[in-house]
């Protein structure tokens, strides 16, 4: 294999998810003494297309865009043979922004409030807080006598 088929092949649309169509969502995890708190960006999508769920210690953050972009197609279709005029589809020249779904699942240490957990979505940003459990402080048991 010589360096030019090399580089072509990396420069392949597949690498970059063009027609694979793979998103992951990039996160920032922190942690205070009271909380972790995970920031995910999720840019051109709303706080209703995106799934949280907490099971076991396992956060999973997942969207089903794919979904959502395949609905729309089959609407626009039905409208179509509806008999109505339909407007005409674009033809893309470069389509780079892509629909597709993703699951990000997250194990969680074990000194988490999982009834604490709350999220907030704001600009592209999805923020989730994650309190801590206080921790155990050590007692001192007194010997009875008998």
């Known amino acids: 294999m010589n360096a030019l088929s090399l580089f072509n092949d990396w420069l392949n649309d597949?690498?970059?998810?063009?027609?694979?169509?793979?998103f992951v969502p990039n996160v920032?995890?922190?942690e205070t003494k009271d909380?972790?708190?995970l920031e995910m960006d999720l840019p051109g999508r709303e706080e209703k297309d995106v799934a949280i769920?907490?099971?076991d210690r396992v956060l999973t953050?997942?969207?089903?865009?794919?979904?959502?972009?395949?609905?729309e197609e089959q609407d626009a279709e039905k409208k179509d043979e509806g008999g109505s005029e339909a407007e005409e589809?674009?033809?893309?020249l470069l389509r780079e922004r892509c629909r597709s779904s993703f699951s990000r699942s997250f194990t969680l240490p074990k000194d988490?409030?999982?009834t604490g957990v709350s999220a907030n979505f704001k600009n592209g940003v999805l923020s989730?807080?994650?309190?801590?459990?206080?921790?155990?402080q050590p007692r001192k048991i007194t010997i009875n006598v008998a």
């Open 128 to 136: 989730i807080t994650i309190p801590r459990k206080a921790e155990a």
């Open 28 to 30: 920032d995890v922190t």
């Open 14 to 22: 597949d690498y970059y998810g063009t027609t694979s169509k793979i």
């Open 112 to 114: 988490i409030d999982e």
């Open 53 to 55: 769920e907490l099971n």
């Open 89 to 92: 589809k674009p033809q893309y």
């Open 61 to 71: 953050i997942s969207s089903a865009e794919e979904k959502k972009a395949e609905t």
């Open 35 to 37: 909380s972790y708190v």
